[in-house]
């Protein structure tokens, strides 16, 4: 054979390696996992467990900083429990609302008693206090509506009525 025709080109391949080799998606994928699984053992542990574990878990979740290990029973137990001087001194913010809430409420029911033009109708309305703050209800009667039939009309008691509730939100004082 003759030297440069029957030779074929070399052909040189170059295999470029990436670092590491595939991405690490999977291992965040694979934590995410054990925890999961982790988390669910904890918790049938705790369901397997007698009242006063469930209870001293309970309360750890309901409050954190007041729970300590340092705390002893009469019975010299070494049993976790909550020490009342750990328990934070933080006053409860939304008290002195609702507080001026209720006064507000009271009052609204004291202005319309008094008000002639409402003493008929005070009892279609009530006044409650729920953890979201002042709910009034206007409930309508047979005899005392507060629309005018098949509109969404207000009738004349009704325009009155909310006007004066309306007005007590001016009468708030700084919390």
Request: proline share 3%; glycine share 8%.
């Amino acid at each position: 054979m003759s030297e440069g025709s029957d030779l074929q080109p070399r052909i040189i391949k170059k295999i470029k390696k990436h670092e590491g080799g595939h991405s690490g998606a999977w291992k965040v994928a694979y934590a995410d996992f054990v925890t999961a699984m982790m988390a669910l053992f904890i918790v049938l542990w705790v369901l397997s467990q007698d009242q006063n574990v469930k209870q001293l878990v309970a309360n750890y979740f309901k409050n954190p900083i007041g729970f300590t290990n340092k705390g002893k029973s009469l019975l010299g137990t070494d049993k976790p429990q909550l020490d009342q001087t750990m328990k934070p001194s933080i006053p409860n913010p939304h008290q002195k609302e609702m507080q001026l809430l209720k006064a507000m409420g009271d009052k609204i029911l004291g202005e319309l008693t008094q008000d002639a033009t409402f003493k008929n109708i005070v009892g279609q309305i009530k006044i409650e206090f729920v953890k979201e703050g002042l709910k009034i209800e206007i409930v309508d009667s047979a005899k005392d509506l507060f629309f005018e039939i098949g509109t969404a009309k207000l009738t004349k008691e009704a325009e009155l009525l909310l006007m004066k509730i309306g007005n007590q939100r001016n009468c708030q004082t700084k919390l």
